[in-house]
C-alpha cells in the first residue's frame, strides 16, 4: 500500500477486489499454490446476512480442495424429504414435479445442501487470514483502476479517515458483486435476460420441530408465488413474489413477512424471523469477463434468480477456473495463452445454467390465473407417472474454446469422484489419492504405455495416475468409477484441477492424452497426428 503517486513497493501477484465467498476463496486457492495475494473490500466488516442458502456437490468438492470440508463438513446439510426433495407444487397443491435433489452425487457429496452463508464466509475468511501468502484489507473501498503491460494499480478510500491509497500488483481479480466496481471501472458492458421479479426474503430459526416433507418446495400460485428451503442446520428460508398491487415498500416490511408466512402455518410462537429484505431477482452477464490483466468472477460476471441455487456455486467455479491456470502460468509450466480459455469456458457454462434457472423461474412466478391453469395443465400432462421423480440435467459442458481435447463427447463434462481404499485408508480420492490432474484408468495396460518422461512432465504439474481396480493398490470401493467410466464408453479419464474431464480414451489413448495436454499448456500443438507424424509418442 502506498499513496496515490508515491514510489510503489514491489506489486503482489495478485489483487483481489471484494472479500465475498468468490473473493476469498480464490484467495484461498492462490495463496495456498505459493502466490501472494492482497484482498481489498469495502465494509470493515463481513456482511452479516445470508443471500445464498444451498450449496451443490461440485461447490462442496471445489471447497474440499481448498481444504474447508475437512474440518467444517458439518456446515452443511444434505437435502432430504419427499418425493426427491425438491417439489414444484400448483396454488391448490397439487405436485406438478418433483425433482431428486436428494441423490448421492459425482463429486463425492450429496446432490444439494442447505448452508448459512456468513457461517461459511466466517470459514473461508479465517482460512485465508491465516495464510502467510494472503493479506486481507477491510475498510477500502476501490474507486480507480489503471493497468501498464506489467502491472495493475487501483487507487482506493480507506474507511474511517477517507484518505486515499494504491495498491499495486501483477494481476488483478474483481470479485466485487453484482454491482462491480471492476467491471465499471474497466469498461466491460453487460447483457441482460429480461427476467425481473421482486421478491421478499424472510430467514427464520423454527422455534418447534415441525418438519417439512420437502427440502424445496416452489409454490406455483398465481395468487402468491412462494418458495420454502431448508437453509442450513437449524434454519428455515420463505421467499415471496411481489405481485402487482403490492408496493416494494410494503413487502419489505415485517407485518408483510407475518402476514404472508402465518398462509403456510408460521407464526411468532413458531418462529424467530432472523431478517427479511427485498432482492429483485434478474438474469445478466458481462460482455467480457477480461481486460488485459484484469478478470472478473463471481456476481461481478454473472447474475441469475436463485430458484436452482447456482449463483454462488457459478462464482466457486470461477474461482476453480482462474486459480489453476494462474498456478501453472506463474510456475512457468504453461504460456498465458491458457488465460484465453477462462472466459469461453466459463460464460457459456454459466449462460446455460442462467437460462434454466430464468425458465424454471418463469414457470414459477406465473401470475396470470389462466396462464398458471395451462401451465398446470401442461405439467400434470407432462408428469405422466404421477410418481416420477426426475433427475435434473447434468450441468452444462465447458464452452469453446477450451482446454480439452476436441471430439471427444465425455471433454469439458464434469468427472468423478468416489470413494477409494489405499494402504488400508478409505476415503474420498482428493483426500486419499489427490493429484490436482487426475488420470485414473480401469486398465492396467494402457498406463504402463506411458512414457517414463511425460509420467515425469505430469508429476510435475501436480498429476496423479491411477489404476483403480475391485482389490488392488487402490481400490473402486464403491465401484463408481468403473460405473462412470463404462457409462461414458472408454477406460481413461483424465481430469483437470477444476474437475472438468480433458478428455478420455474415447480420442486419445493415455499417453496422447498426457503428450496433448502437455502441447496444449506448453503452447505447441495439440493436433493428434502432427503428433504421430513427429514421432513424438512411441
Ligand atoms: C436471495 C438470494 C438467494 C440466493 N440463493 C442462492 C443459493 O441458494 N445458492 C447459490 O449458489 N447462490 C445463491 N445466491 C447467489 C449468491 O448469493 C451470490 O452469487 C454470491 O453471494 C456472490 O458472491 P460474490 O463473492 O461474487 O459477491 P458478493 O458476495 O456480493 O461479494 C462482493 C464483495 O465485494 C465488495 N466490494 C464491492 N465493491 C467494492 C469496491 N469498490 N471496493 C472494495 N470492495 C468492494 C462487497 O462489499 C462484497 O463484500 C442467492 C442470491 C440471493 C440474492
Redesign the pocket.
Known sequence: MSAPGEETADPVDFLI???????LLTAILLGQRGLSVTV????PAR?PMP?????DHEALRILQSAGVMRDHSDLFEPSRGERGGYQIRNGDGVLLRAINWNRAAESGWANTNGFY?PDLEEVLEKVAVAMPTVDLQRG????DIQQDEQSVTVT?TLAGNESRVSFRARWLIG????N??IRGLIGIETEDAGFEADWL?VDYEPLDDSEWDAFVTQYCDPQQPATAVKSGPGRRRFEFMRRADVSVDKLGQTATAWELMESHGVTAETARIERHAV?TFRGRWAREWRRSRVFLA???AHLMP?FL?????A?LRDASALAWRFALIESGLAGEGILDSYETERSAHVREIIDEAIAIGRVICELDPGKAAERDERMLAELHDPNAILVEPPHPQLGHPSITIDGDVNAGRLGVQARVQSDGVTGLFDDVIGGSWQLVSIDEDALTAIPERLRQWFEIIGGSITLLTEDGAVRDIDGAYRAWLREHGCTVALTRPDFYVYGTDLVLDAARLLQSLHDRLTGGSADHPQLLREGVLP
Open positions: 477486489v471484494g472479500a465475498g465467498p468468490v473473493g481489498l473490500e469495502r465494509w456482511y443471500r445464498a442458502c444451498t450449496i452463508q477500502v473501498l476501490v474507486d482506493a470479485a466485487d458483486g453484482a462491480s466496481a426474503v432482492y463471481g456476481d461481478a436463485p441455487g447456482q449463483g454462488l456455486c462464482g
